[in-house]
């Protein structure tokens, strides 16, 4: 069941480093300790989540945040998906899959127009992924959200 993340409490926290911990293991290294990258990653979710246009949404089965997304609208209606991710002990029972059409869903149903994303040149399973949900390579170069070039992807676009 999809579910949007609302408030940064230490429990979402928590269930998010969980679902993230492949991310978060290879950005350790940045921090003193783990307490002082979880304190940064909450300042990042509660500004996120607080401003316009932006929502953090997780695939939840049995309490459980298995996969999750974070979308990005800029301008109106074209949002933007980024860190879509499911545990890795989850993976290939159909939550990514499951997150993504319930997310497609959920931004139809805000009058969303397009969705765009980059994925990895190598990454077969979340092209696969993608492609499965109605995404397409679309030849532009690949630049996220907040307008950077991200070398080695490809950006993919679905319209709604």
Known sequence: MLKQIMEVTPEA???LFALYRE????MAGQFAAPEEMRAAYAGFLAGFIQA???LVLVEEEAGKWVSGLRAVEQPKGVWFLEAVETMPEERRKGYGKALLLDTLAELDRRGGTEVSCTIGRHNDPSIALHTGCGFAASGEPPVNCWGEL???TVLYRRKL
């Open 13 to 15: 926290v928590e269930k």
């Open 23 to 26: 991310s978060m293991d290879g």
């Open 52 to 54: 316009p246009g932006r």
């Open 150 to 152: 991200e070398e080695g």
